[in-house]
T-cell receptor, first 116, second 116 residues
Framework: EPEVTQTPSHQVTQMGQEVILRCVPISNHLYFYWYRQILGQKVEFLVSFYNNEISEKSEIFDDQFSVERPDGSNFTLKIRSTKLEDSAMYFC??????????????FGEGSWLTVV | AQKITQTQPGMFVQEKEAVTLDCTYDTSDPSYGLFWYKQPSSGEMIFLIYQGSYDQQNATEGRYSLNFQKARKSANLVISASQLGDSAMYFCAMSPARYNFNKFYFGSGTKLNVKP
């Protein structure tokens, strides 16, 4: 069964460093997302991406964050200067047609980011 | 504003019994999707079941069924014949049509423990 894959599964970084989290969405999907989950808390929407541009973003997704689809298969999340509060599990997800009519979004296994 | 409420932070159920996990939501959108996800201790998010706001019948997927009561804005998940492998966090989520179903709002989750 097709799946969303993410790398790395776990990364430890120093505060102030740049981090890039990588994702390979399901191949025929058109919508891509990043969500995050701070330990013990709910999953929070960060950004959605369609047709090579951001379609929605949350207040969490400030200027420190950016997303890119550098080629036909990868979808990346960059955090320019990490802060301690960026420590979280970051989930990439994708969907075929914007999750309408029951076409749900499929999550990757997550990238656990620890900022020290 | 969109809001998902899961009032049960933790629940216990005996193996082979049925359990209901509660979810209420608040939205002014006439069209939306409702979803349940399972998050085992390993961290991945696994899609379980979907209900559209205009669907007349309650959704079912194997041992999972969704008790959708639109007037009460509730979308409870029923797991029949619980198994030990059902022990996990369960998240209710909603995706409003106004964002083209591109944005999911998650509840705070219910931790289910299945006892042998």
């Amino acid at each position: 069964e097709p799946e969303v894959t993410q790398t790395p599964s776990h990364q430890v970084t120093q505060m102030g460093q740049e981090v890039i989290l990588r994702c390979v969405p399901i191949s025929n999907h058109l919508y891509f997302y990043w969500y995050r989950q701070i330990l013990g808390q709910k999953v929070e929407f960060l950004v959605s991406f369609y047709n090579n541009e951001i379609s929605e973003k949350s207040e969490i997704f400030d200027d420190q964050f950016s997303v890119e689809r550098p080629d036909g298969s990868n979808f990346t999340l960059k955090i320019r200067s990490t802060k301690l509060e960026d420590s979280a599990m970051y989930f990439c997800a994708s969907s075929g047609t914007g999750a309408s009519s029951g076409n749900t979004i499929y999550f990757g296994e997550g990238s656990w980011l620890t900022v020290v | 504003a969109q809001k998902i409420t899961q009032t049960q932070p933790g629940m216990f159920v005996q193996e082979k019994e049925a359990v209901t996990l509660d979810c209420t939501y608040d939205t002014s959108d006439p069209s939306y999707g409702l979803f349940w996800y399972k998050q085992p201790s390993s961290g991945e998010m696994i899609f379980l079941i979907y209900q559209g706001s205009y669907d007349q019948q309650n959704a079912t997927e194997g041992r999972y069924s969704l008790n959708f009561q639109k007037a009460r804005k509730s979308a409870n998940l029923v797991i029949s014949a619980s198994q030990l492998g059902d022990s996990a966090m369960y998240f209710c989520a909603m995706s409003p049509a106004r964002y083209n179903f591109n944005k999911f709002y998650f509840g705070s989750g219910t931790k289910l423990n299945v006892k042998p």
